[in-house]
C-alpha cells in the first residue's frame, strides 16, 4: 500500500521522532515495529477517507473524460462525469435538475420548484393557503392556517385568544389573563393574597410571598421556630444547623 506523502509526512516525521536510538537495541526495535504498525494503519484510514478517495481509486494515467489532480500523481472525473470502475461515466442528469459540482454523490439537484421523488424531479404542488418556501423544495403554510398532511388547515382562534404559530401545536394562545383550557380560553380567577401569571401551564396565578396555595386559595404560612422562608417566599426551610422534622425545626 501506497501513502500519499503530501498527506503523512507530518505524521511521518512526528513518528521518527518517536523512533530515535535510546541505546537500548530491543527497546528500539519494539518501537520502529510500532510506529511502523501505526504508519500502516494511518495508511489504511487516508485509503479509504472521503478526502482521499479520487486520488487513491484514480491512480495511474488519466481515462477519458478525466484531469490529473492539483496535488499528487491521481486524477479525477471531470464536471459532469463520476468515477465507475476506472472510468469516467457521465452523470445522467433527469429533466428539471442541474449539475453540481459535488464529486460526490449523485452530481446533480432538482431546480426550484421541484423535489427529487425515485432519481426524477417532481414539481412542488403546493396547496391552497401555502407558498413555495426559499428552499423551493417543499411549501408552507400561510399565517392563520397551519399543515395537516398534504394541506393547509385555517386555525381556529377562540375569544380572547390571538395567532401564535411559534407558541403552541394549536397555533394559538390565551390573552393575558386567560388560560387555555382545551379549545377555549378562559379567565384565571385570582385568589385573595394571590397574583396572575401569564404561564402556559398551571394555574394562572401564584401566591404572595408568606403564603401557599391551598387548592383554589392562598393560605398563611405558618413559620416554626428556628425556621424562615425559602426562596420562593411560598415555603420555609430550617435555619442551620436545624433540620425539619415534621412541622418544626430540631437539631440532631
Not at 423551493?136 to 385555517?154: F, I, L, S
Not at 393575558?176 to 380560553?185: F, I, L, N, S
Request: aromatic share 12%; proline share 5%; charged share 20%.
Amino acid at each position: 500500500m501506497e501513502c500519499p506523502r503530501r498527506l503523512i509526512s507530518p505524521s511521518v516525521n512526528v513518528m521518527w521522532g518517536f523512533v530515535s536510538a535510546t541505546g537500548d537495541p530491543m527497546l528500539d526495535h519494539r518501537r520502529r515495529s510500532v510506529a511502523f504498525i501505526s504508519l500502516m494503519m494511518l495508511c489504511a484510514f487516508l485509503a479509504t477517507s472521503p478526502g482521499t478517495a479520487l486520488a487513491q481509486s484514480s491512480s495511474g494515467a488519466a481515462p477519458a473524460n478525466a484531469h490529473a489532480t492539483n496535488y499528487g500523481s491521481g486524477w479525477e472525473c471531470d464536471l459532469g462525469f463520476h468515477e465507475n470502475s476506472g472510468s469516467c461515466s457521465a452523470v445522467i442528469i433527469p429533466e428539471n435538475a442541474f449539475l453540481t459540482d459535488n464529486p460526490y454523490g449523485r452530481g446533480w439537484d432538482c431546480s426550484h420548484g421541484f423535489q427529487e421523488r425515485d432519481n426524477a424531479c417532481v414539481i412542488v404542488t403546493v396547496p391552497a393557503h401555502a407558498y413555495l418556501d426559499a428552499s423551493g423544495g417543499w411549501w408552507a403554510c400561510n399565517r392563520g392556517y397551519r399543515e395537516v398532511e398534504e394541506a393547509c388547515d385555517a386555525i381556529k382562534v377562540p375569544a380572547n385568544g390571538f395567532l401564535a404559530e411559534y407558541t403552541s401545536n394549536t397555533g394559538w394562545a390565551c390573552e393575558r389573563g386567560y388560560q387555555a383550557v382545551g379549545e377555549a380560553c378562559l379567565e384565571v380567577k385570582v385568589p385573595k393574597n394571590g397574583y396572575f401569571v401569564d404561564a402556559s401551564y398551571g394555574p394562572g396565578w401564584k401566591c404572595e410571598r408568606g403564603y401557599a396555595a391551598a387548592g383554589t386559595s392562598c393560605s398563611a404560612l405558618a413559620v416554626p421556630e428556628h425556621a424562615h422562608f425559602d426562596y420562593s417566599g411560598n415555603a420555609w426551610e430550617c435555619d442551620r444547623p436545624y433540620r425539619k422534622q415534621d412541622d418544626r425545626c430540631v437539631v440532631n
